[in-house]
């Protein structure tokens, strides 16, 4: 087979593999590019030597079997037996579900994870949304310090596992998409400097110097991660993918990285004839990410729209910390502004950031689908000191309500695992880091940032300690018993009720009619013949619906409204959809 690296700062390059050793040759017409042709099958290792330098995996390595810093393995794609032709769908009316491999079971692997696929299928879920993949150290982390974009954690099972899994997916009529991250690479195992300017000094990042998009040799490494980013695509039939933080991806080109992006997955959905996107994280609160090309955006198909988040936080939990102060002013008002246009900061002033912040949706350009609405997330239960759940911090009324407001708004909802149960589990910041030195540093930094936050270190747990991260697997026992099952019943009805009730799935975010009182602490909205009735207060309200009520679709807790009435008496920390006539 052909061996090729892109390294245009060497004067000589060795390709080892299986032992042996072979010159390689720079590409005729390649600037950068070096060449050799060895015998190799599926699972050969090998890597590559830049001058007198040791040898260095593949940074276009598909497999990393002994870890980030050992040799790359060969795959080969085409051994894998695909069971099902089918693909899952696009994003308009879909139901995503977030899931950390490492513990959503307590095997922490691929095919354990697989195995309960059909409890997603059964619940309505529609993709399944996995967090980072890549070769990481250790065994157990959160992905985000991941290296080799092109490889699959090996201790989750290695590529050959994530076939099954999205074959699995599949064929239950589950999408998959993957969380990427473009912005920068995991600090152990990133050798990716060494082979060329991967990065560059002229930006910095939380992580450090930025990718290199825009300064010299920046073509080849936008061609470097848009071809991890089809790779996926292409290769594990992936059907879309979250894009990390990509307002990191500083890039100063007339071309955005983003667009040539999203240009090139657009392209790969029409040769191989199925659907394909791309979700952003981003907290610009920028339209341009999810408006088409053609109208002058950046052509993405999503986005994470945390003002969905924190104004249901705010709103259920009363906590004001943070940049939740700008949505506990007014929460009625918070949670009436992202139902009907999406963003709440659009030009608006954010006290926390001491400035104006966002630009408005154009709602006529931009449906409702394009802004995916999760009351949970990784980030926001894992980056809390004690990574508490929601369920922690409300009652069970109020993660009803809570869920309610999302999937029945006009956003794509995204539930993060177990919240359909109100798991008690926390899920915490956990790494696996084999360097001594690393691992003190991420330990005392992130006790040091909550110190700031009146926590003490004994309060904060050790992300290097194993129990952290068993502390974080979901514990399935409690889906049958209490208050859990009857949770897990309440999201089957909602999600159900969604795929029934198109007037559910309608995107016009400008069609959204909202009525709400501050001071009563509820608010309701139409969504065609469909009424909503959220009261977060601790004593009974009556909401007004203007129209009368023909029934209950579906309650927390019980309700019995007057015939003929416009009004209905909502439970205190309950919520109610209704059917009009």
């Known amino acids: 087979m052909q061996f090729e690296v892109w390294a245009p700062q060497a004067e000589r390059v060795t390709l080892h593999c299986e ?35 040791p040898v260095l995996p593949d940074p276009r390595s598909r497999r990393q079997p002994d870890g980030p810093d050992g040799l790359s393995a060969v795959v080969d794609h085409d051994r894998y037996p695909w069971r099902t032709d089918r693909a899952g769908g696009g994003l308009p009316g879909a139901v995503l579900y977030e899931l950390h491999v490492g513990t959503y079971t307590r095997e922490g692997t691929l095919d354990a994870a697989a195995a309960h696929l059909g409890e997603l299928a059964g619940l309505g879920v529609t993709h399944v949304e996995l967090m980072p993949l890549c070769p990481m150290p250790g065994r157990h982390g959160w992905g985000y310090d991941g290296v080799a974009p092109w490889a699959v954690h090996e201790p989750y099972g290695g590529p050959e596992a994530l076939k099954r899994f999205v074959d699995t997916a599949h064929g239950l009529g589950l999408g ?11 600090p152990s195992g990133n050798h990716l400097a060494a082979f060329g300017p991967y990065f560059t000094d002229t930006v910095r990042t939380p992580w450090g110097d930025a990718v290199n998009l825009d300064t010299a040799g920046s073509d080849e490494v936008r061609a470097y991660f848009v071809g991890s980013a089809l790779a996926w695509l292409r290769d594990y ?3 879309g993918l979250r894009l990390d933080a990509v307002h990191e991806l500083h890039d100063r080109r007339a071309l955005h990285f983003l667009e040539e992006l999203s240009t090139a997955v657009d392209a790969l959905g029409e040769e191989l004839g199925r659907p394909l996107f791309l979700i952003a994280e981003s907290d610009l609160a920028d339209p341009r990410l999810v408006t088409p090309r053609a109208e002058g955006g950046l052509g993405l198909h999503a986005q ?30 918070a949670l009436a ?19 104006h912040h966002g630009r408005p949706l154009d709602r006529s350009r931009v449906p409702g689908h394009r802004l995916v609405a999760a009351t949970q997330t990784h980030d926001q239960i894992g980056n809390r000191a004690r990574g508490e759940r ?33 798991a008690g589990t926390p899920w915490q910041y956990f790494t696996d880091h084999t360097d001594p030195g690393l691992a003190e540093a991420v330990r ?33 026992t409690e889906r049958d018993s209490g208050e859990h099952a009857r949770m897990l019943a309440w999201y089957g009805r909602l999600i159900a009720l969604r795929r029934e009730r198109a007037d559910l799935r309608d995107p016009d975010l400008a069609a959204v009619r909202v009525a709400l009182d501050e001071a009563g602490r509820w608010i309701a909205y139409r969504r065609g013949d469909v009424r909503v009735a959220v009261n977060l207060s601790p004593v009974p309200v009556t909401v007004p619906l203007g129209r009368p009520v023909a029934r209950i679709l579906a309650s927390w807790e019980p309700v019995s409204p007057a015939v003929g009435s416009g009004g209905l008496m909502v439970p205190p920390e309950s919520c109610v959809i209704a059917d009009a006539p």
């Not at 309610?404 to 993060?416: D, E, Q, S, Y």
């Open 19 to 53: 032992g042996a050793t072979r010159a390689m040759e720079r590409a005729p017409g390649a600037d950068g590019w070096w060449s050799a042709a060895a015998d190799a099958a599926d699972g050969a290792r090998y890597g590559f030597a830049l001058d007198d330098g």
């Open 176 to 186: 998959v998409v993957l969380d990427v991250v473009h912005n920068h690479l995991g």
């Open 237 to 239: 039939r992936i059907d």
């Open 304 to 333: 994470w729209n945390d003002d969905v988040h924190h104004a249901v936080h705010a709103a259920v939990t009363g906590e004001r910390q943070g940049y939740y102060a700008d949505f506990a002013r007014a929460p009625m008002a």
């Open 337 to 355: 502004k992202t139902l009907t246009h999406g963003y709440f900061h659009d030009g608006t002033y954010s006290a926390f950031r001491g400035r």
């Open 390 to 422: 929601l369920s922690a911090l409300a009652s069970p009324g109020l993660l009803a309500c809570a869920a309610a407001l999302v999937l029945t708004g006009p956003g794509t909802p995204m539930l993060f695992m177990g919240e359909e149960w109100a």
């Open 444 to 476: 005392t930094g992130r006790r040091r940032e909550f110190a700031a936050h009146g926590w003490s270190e004994e309060e904060v747990p050790d992300p290097q300690d194993p129990a952290t991260r068993e502390r974080s697997c979901l514990d399935r």
